[in-house]
């Protein structure tokens, strides 16, 4: 089980310039919508901020397990909005009800991967770079590598 916190915040959801749909908590939504558009490259707007509470953390990771199918990862979702706010009602409807996210070790193991990582970047990232160039970058790096790989039989001279 999650232990909620005693901390009052709010959960919202946000959209990037790509229609990607992020879900979280947060005790300043507007400082938050600044900082996911410094660490996401691009403008990030909140679409939805529900009413504080104290079992928003309950009710994000509710609302992350609905969309599970849908992550691309670090918590933002492929979905529409119709479709993120309607799992963020969902969620909101089960924790009202007494559901607790059972996933603690999930969630705890998830953050602690997170952490390590966001401090891997931390250390490579360039003054100013943001970190989804730098992720961006290195998904191309990594495309251009394989491709380059899957050629390499093909471009063998052959044997005369």
Not at 89 to 100: C, D, E, F, L, S
Request: proline content about 4%.
């Amino acid at each position: 089980m999650l232990d909620a916190s005693k901390r009052v915040t709010s959960v919202y959801v946000a959209v990037d310039e790509r229609g990607w749909h992020k879900i979280g908590h947060t005790a300043d939504p507007k400082l938050r919508e600044y900082h996911l558009s410094r660490d996401r490259g691009c403008k990030v707007r909140l679409v939805h901020i529900e009413p504080p509470r104290s079992q928003a953390e309950h009710v994000e990771v509710t609302t992350h397990w609905l969309l599970s199918e849908h992550e691309n990862g670090r918590e933002w979702f492929n979905v529409n909005r119709e479709t993120a706010l309607a799992a963020l009602r969902q969620a909101v409807a089960k924790v009202n009800n007494g559901h607790v996210p059972h996933s603690r070790f999930a969630y705890e193991r998830r953050k602690v991967v997170r952490e390590s990582l966001d401090a891997r970047m931390r250390t490579a990232l360039h003054p100013g770079e943001s970190r989804q160039r730098f992720i961006d970058e290195a998904v191309e790096r990594e495309l251009e590598r394989r491709e380059a790989k899957q050629r390499a039989p093909d471009d063998k001279p052959s044997a005369q």
